[in-house]
Nanobody
Framework: QVQVVESGGGLVQAGGSLRLSCVAS?????????MGWYRQAPGRQRELAAS???????NYADSVKGRFTISRDNAKNTVYLQMNSLLPEDTSDYYC???????WGQGAEGTVPS
């Protein structure tokens, strides 16, 4: 069984930054698996924000390109999401996902007041 736990959410003013972390544990060979960050805004469906492969190839939603950066530290079984130039429309619950294990985290709340 694989667990992923997010941290680093919070409230930040527009234009500010947040850094989310996600630590994976359990029976996982972390370095060989892709990881993703999804987000779900109030009243909306969950959507992919960013993903990273085992070869560190990245993919971003158009709405976050140039502002968000996903990265990973295989030695720490951790994936990060650096979010810069935050906008009120970035207000969401952010979820870490390990697709190879179908493991979701409980979410980290990011709030950017308008």
């Amino acid at each position: 069984q694989v667990q992923v736990v997010e941290s680093g959410g919070g409230l930040v003013q527009a234009g500010g930054s947040l850094r989310l972390s996600c630590v994976a544990s359990g029976k996982i060979i972390f370095s060989t698996k892709p990881m993703g960050w999804y987000r779900q805004a109030p009243g909306r469906q969950r959507e992919l924000a960013a993903s990273i492969t085992s070869d560190r190839l990245t993919n971003y939603a158009d709405s976050v390109k140039g502002r968000f950066t996903i990265s990973r530290d295989n030695a720490k079984n951790t994936v990060y999401l650096q979010m810069n130039s935050l906008l009120p429309e970035d207000t969401s619950d952010y979820y870490c996902y390990a697709p190879g294990y179908r493991a979701w985290g409980q979410g980290a709340e990011g709030t950017v007041p308008s």
